[in-house]
């Protein structure tokens, strides 16, 4: 392979029934250009970055490139939006470009988001802005820092048109989006609606072949697999809410089937601790609360068994009894990966009553007296490394609240290295932060001024061992930074 070639030379949806997508060309953009490409990732593929920084890639990337051989595809899926049912969402702003083999042989997609309109298009324009693409760039690589599984972000690019929003023009971007798979909760509803049992059992297959090929053989493979998303997702919702992070909009069109998280637009990671916080400005009735996650995680998986019935018995309600087994252990696996989590942040292994009081007491407390979730959990990591207790206890409402929580703490914690070092891989010093993001997505727009867009990208990468030159990065927003709404502004 030369160095300047195009690496998406697959398009694995080709196989699916051809009601899953349609064929088509991204739109073609003004003027095109590159305003970032994450070298670290492409170099995680084994890929090289000179086609993607050459104008043949940018080309390719944006709309005006030569598609004769390859296959872009925009993907159709149904979905419940806040609770209610869509029959056809689909790729409405999204062109599936194809895959690229990494080095250890697996498939990326490499999907550009904001390249013009498609069948699935509605009333929409097809395009999304220069910062949104930027949000989700830093989202990307915030979520992948803190090892939780994502979609990421291979490039953006801006596309010399603006675009209306809010009554404004703003600049135009596009995100080439990497991505396991794109197949949704949304997919299989899509399926089940237009082909029934026969569109639900080529995305299973699919699935099973691409992302869960342990289950290929078995007998019971479809209720299997049923267990094995569910699953995934359990262990996923657990990481978000550990580092108290909200999706924002957990429709069934953007939960995937592989355990990552995706189309996390107006998503947040909370400042100071409160259980019910939401972001979203769409979100008006707290669907999506950080602590509603996991039950929404339980109810798309629901709408998912309900497309496999036919898949797993042609008696309905043995079907349905098989369903309800095969989700039932999710509950468990959530609730078991979040405590076991929560108790790795406070550095307790012990199962005694008192430790159990105060695991149970601790977001309360932090919720109680306004703590910043992030600020504490990290000065409680560095206190139990052998700082002192002052940084924590200056979170606190008063000293007397903060000295009687560490003297509950000091009796119950552990002070193995071990769990000091797993305290230390539970509790990111760096998150990224609304107000931070806010302000590198200003300054690209406002000034074109990217310092702080690439400051965060880097920084982010490591999120538990913050340099001198970031530790400005770590602060709460001052009172008049505070961004108490997130919109999708895409
Ligand atoms: P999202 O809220 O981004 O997950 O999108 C929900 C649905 O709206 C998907 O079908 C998107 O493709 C579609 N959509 C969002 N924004 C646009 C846009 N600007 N133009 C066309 N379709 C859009
Ligand atoms: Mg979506």
Redesign the pocket.
Known sequence: MTQNANPIKHQIYLSLPNDMYTQLTPKRVESPALLALNHDLLHQYGVESDWFEDVEGINFLSGNGDYSSSDPVAMAYAGH?FGYYSPL??????HMLGQIQTRDGNYVDVQLKGSG?TP???G?????TVGAVIREYLIGEAMAGLGIPTTRTIAILSTGENVMRDYQMVPGGIQVRAASSHIRVGSFQYAYAKSGESGVKALADHLIEHHYPELSDLDDKYPALLEAIGNRQAHLIAKWMLVGFIHG?M?T??MSLVGETI?F?PCAFMDEFKAGKVFSSIDRESRYAWNQQANIGYWNLSRLAETLLPLFDSDDEQAIKIAETRLQPYVSTFQDAFQQGLKAKLGITSDSEIAEDLINHALPTLEREGIDFTLFFDALTRHAQGESDAQLLSLFSAPDVGQAWLSQWEQVRDRGEDVISAMRRANPALIARNHQVEKAIDDAMERNDFTLFHRLAEALKTPYDVSEDNRDLQAAPEPQERVLRTF?G?
């Open positions: 939006q969402l689909g790729d409405g702003r999204a309109r699935y298009s509605r929409g324009d097809g395009r999304a909009v429709n069109d953007n189309d637009g999708c895409t």
